[in-house]
């Protein structure tokens, strides 16, 4: 199974509300960024790039379950920044799950192994560990030598203490087909992680290095030579497989930014995680003053090389529940 039977369960029931109720838009997931500080530097990311004065701010507990209630999304990503860097990070999750939400807790891990005990396993708590490749493409890629094996030493720490596991992989020009069969072996069958998220580099306007990040063309070419050998239909991918396809560029999809909102210390942010185009103070605002039909490849020229999970995959899951055949890959799929 791509995702645990308690959470297809919850997610199917979940969707068929919003179908009930006939809402157009409402939220799959909601990324959750409780601070943008970092204990990394990498030469990838944007969230680093705030000043001092904002990189030291910290979204209290409360603050974060009232966005988290408002918007009503069943599934949290709790991302930054380094959440883990956050005081009362435990105290959220725990609260979060208290409350039935699907906690998806983001890391590079390098805290990890010294904050096990202040979590407890739950079928409603994942860590979500970030590695970019194996030892040296990862190392590189997040500009420190030794997060590769500190990253590894937790995963494993956290699998022995009975906690579901995942990690997320996002690939740059320089990786190749054989290297994405390597990492995601690896993760796969030696580590043996419960789920693998990847996806393409997108770069958005704070990266400071945007030379290697994919464009649509090198994203479909890459995923679809890597998948050739049907490796794919065995990876543990927290993917549907509609959202894979479209990666290899057998079908195509509009963007649905409204599916994974963004909400941080500087409130929800316009129009997804990637963009900051303006916040709104509430979900209800995001949701009924942004120009959604103004985001997407051909609309606006920054969305052109974006194949981005926050933007398509919420799409990709909701045609996968108007099909009868999809709907019964997506339960195969494994």
């Not at 790039?49 to 999304?73: F, I, S, W, Y």
Request: proline share 6%.
């Amino acid at each position: 199974m791509p995702v645990p039977l308690r959470q297809s369960v919850r997610m199917a029931a979940y969707l068929a509300e919003q179908r009930l109720r006939g809402r157009e838009r409402f939220p799959l997931i909601v990324e959750l960024e409780p601070l943008f500080q970092c204990n990394l530097k990498c030469a990838g990311c944007g969230k680093i790039q705030h000043p001092e004065h904002v990189l030291r701010r910290r979204m209290p507990v409360q603050q974060a379950l009232d966005a988290v209630h408002e918007c009503g999304a069943p599934m949290v990503s709790i991302a930054g920044g380094e959440p883990l860097v956050h005081p009362e990070i435990d105290e959220l999750v725990r609260r979060l799950v208290q409350r039935r939400r699907f906690v998806y807790l983001c890391t590079n891990a390098i805290l990890m192994q010294r904050r096990l005990d202040r979590f407890e396993p739950s079928p409603y708590f994942a860590w979500a560990v970030h590695l970019d490749g194996l030892r040296e493409r990862h190392d590189e890629s997040v500009c420190r030598a030794g997060v590769f094996d500190k990253a590894v030493a937790a995963i494993r720490a956290a699998k022995a203490r009975g906690f579901r596991v995942t990690t997320n992989t996002t690939f740059f020009t320089h990786d190749t087909p054989e290297a994405v069969r390597r990492v995601l072996d690896f993760l796969n069958d030696e580590l043996r992680v419960d789920q693998m998220m990847i996806s393409p580099a997108y770069a958005y306007e704070r990266a400071p290095d945007r030379e290697h990040f994919l464009g649509v063309r090198q994203t479909q070419e890459l995923f679809r030579a890597a998948f050739a050998d049907g490796r794919r239909e065995r990876w543990r991918l927290n993917h549907s497989p509609l959202f894979l396809d479209f990666l290899e560029g057998k079908v195509d999809f509009p963007c649905t930014a409204w599916g994974i909102p963004s909400y941080s210390v500087f409130g929800w942010q316009r129009p997804c995680y990637l963009m900051a185009d303006g916040y709104a103070k509430t979900y209800r605002e995001l949701v009924e003053t942004t120009d959604w039909d103004a985001y997407g490849r051909g609309r606006d020229p920054r969305c052109e090389n974006c194949m981005a999970h926050c933007g398509y995959e919420p799409t990709a899951v909701l045609a996968t529940t108007r099909s009868l055949r999809q709907a019964a890959r997506a339960l195969t799929r494994g």
